[in-house]
């Protein structure tokens, strides 16, 4: 659905900001865009909508190259949002949202129909805030609006350039889950820019991590923590190794490795879907039963661990 080609952009220096980059990423799929400041993640993201040109290579929207679209066309197929927004601070909430669908020349009706839909899934009732303007609303509503205006044209693709970033961090773990949880969003091919990495191991189906403008690694959360494939990705990953290792592994990885303690019947039921980081907060007073394909085993905190020491050591 969206592919990168070797490519490569320079701003007028001898240093390349983004330096022979290639990714494919799939139909419905969460590419997230990792890595520290300057790295190319925002350049990257801008030449898929043209907002930038690379130097050299090739990048192809839905099989057609975007060098060969207009602009302006190719923005409609993509939704994009920034981290500060971008609304038009003139247009009152719904005008913000309408924006596409108009430049589409829908009929009215159907640009109103669809913004209250939106507004009524992001917990935007339309009765209370299709009038107001951006600057009445907190930061986390305007981040609502910015998503809801990316998606009112329904567009295959979307591009996220830190969009929960300008959010306090209480208010960025809510919309996070709010936005997983969204079903406009199941179908569309997403990149999303991020240098927080529990969002992006949250977020994104694969992480392709970057540094120097130059992909380190692109693969599952769980490549990146237990193969990475230099010391960069290794390091950069350590300081919230624990948690990431906990967040992303799930039971159902460990099976082979769980071994069934002794433990009396009656024990609260967990899906071998879980984390263990969920496993680990069920645990606490308590073991639990985990239940994969009819099998159950029984297990408690040090069954776990030891079964996350082995299967490190494969
Ligand atoms: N318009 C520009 N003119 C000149 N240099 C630029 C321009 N935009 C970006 N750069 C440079 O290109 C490199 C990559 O920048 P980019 O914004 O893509 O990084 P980033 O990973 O998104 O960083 P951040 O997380 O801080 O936004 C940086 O060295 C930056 O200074």
Same mark, same amino acid.
């Given at each position: 659905?969206?592919?990168?080609?070797?490519?490569?952009?320079?701003?007028?220096?001898?240093?390349?900001?983004?330096? $022979?980059?290639?990714?494919?990423?799939?139909?419905?799929?969460?590419?997230?865009? +990792?890595?520290?400041?300057?790295?190319?993640?925002?350049?990257?993201?801008?030449?898929?909508?043209?907002?930038?040109?690379?130097?050299?290579?090739?990048?192809?929207?839905?099989?057609?190259?975007? *060098?060969?679209?207009?602009?302006?066309?190719?923005?409609?197929?993509?939704?994009?949002?920034?981290?500060?927004?971008?609304?038009?601070?003139?247009?009152?909430?719904?005008?913000?949202?309408?924006?596409?669908?108009?430049? +589409?020349?829908?009929?009215?009706?159907?640009?109103?129909?669809?913004?209250?839909?939106?507004?009524?899934?992001?917990?935007?009732?339309?009765?209370?805030?299709?009038?107001?303007?951006?600057?009445?609303?907190?930061?986390?509503? *305007?981040?609502?609006?910015?998503?809801?205006?990316?998606?009112?044209? $329904?567009?295959?693709? +979307?591009?996220?350039?830190?969009?929960?970033?300008?959010?306090?961090?209480?208010?960025?773990?809510?919309?996070?889950?709010?936005?997983?949880?969204?079903?406009?969003?199941?179908?569309?091919?997403?990149?999303?820019?991020?240098?927080?990495?529990?969002?992006?191991?949250?977020?994104? $189906?694969?992480?392709?991590?970057?540094?120097?403008?130059?992909?380190?690694?692109?693969?599952?959360?769980?490549?990146?923590?237990?193969?990475?494939?230099?010391?960069?990705?290794?390091?950069?990953?350590?300081?919230?190794?624990?948690?990431?290792?906990?967040?992303?592994?799930?039971?159902? $990885?460990?099976?082979?490795? +769980?071994?069934?303690?002794?433990?009396?019947?009656?024990? *609260?039921?967990?899906?071998?879907?879980?984390?263990?980081?969920?496993?680990?907060?069920?645990?606490?007073?308590?073991?639990?039963?985990?239940?994969?394909?009819?099998?159950?085993?029984?297990?408690?905190?040090?069954?776990?661990?030891?079964?996350?020491?082995?299967?490190?050591?494969?």
């Amino acid at each position: 659905m969206i592919k990168l080609d070797h490519v490569t952009k320079y701003f007028n220096t001898a240093k390349k900001a983004v330096d $022979d980059i290639s990714f494919e990423v799939q139909e419905g799929e969460t590419l997230v865009l +990792l890595g520290t400041s300057g790295c190319g993640k925002t350049t990257t993201l801008r030449m898929i909508n043209r907002l930038l040109d690379p130097g050299s290579g090739h990048i192809y929207v839905n099989g057609k190259d975007v *060098q060969q679209q207009s602009p302006a066309v190719l923005r409609r197929s993509i939704g994009y949002v920034l981290q500060n927004t971008g609304l038009f601070p003139h247009y009152t909430v719904s005008e913000n949202i309408g924006t596409v669908p108009a430049l +589409l020349q829908w009929d009215k009706t159907r640009i109103r129909n669809r913004t209250i839909t939106l507004m009524d899934k992001l917990r935007l009732p339309a009765a209370t805030y299709a009038e107001v303007y951006p600057h009445q609303l907190s930061g986390g509503q *305007q981040q609502r609006v910015g998503l809801a205006r990316a998606l009112a044209a $329904d567009p295959p693709v +979307l591009l996220l350039d830190e969009p929960f970033g300008a959010l306090d961090p209480l208010t960025r773990i809510s919309i996070r889950k709010e936005f997983k949880a969204l079903d406009e969003l199941n179908s569309k091919t997403i990149i999303l820019v991020t240098h927080d990495v529990e969002e992006a191991f949250e977020l994104g $189906d694969r992480i392709c991590l970057m540094n120097e403008g130059r992909i380190q690694q692109l693969g599952p959360a769980t490549a990146l923590l237990f193969k990475p494939a230099n010391d960069f990705v290794q390091t950069f990953l350590d300081p919230q190794r624990l948690q990431l290792e906990l967040k992303s592994l799930l039971l159902q $990885d460990l099976w082979p490795f +769980l071994t069934t303690k002794d433990i009396p019947a009656g024990l *609260q039921q967990l899906p071998a879907e879980s984390s263990c980081w969920e496993a680990l907060a069920a645990m606490t007073h308590s073991p639990v039963t985990v239940v994969c394909d009819q099998e159950q085993k029984e297990i408690d905190g040090n069954a776990l661990m030891d079964a996350i020491a082995s299967y490190k050591k494969q």
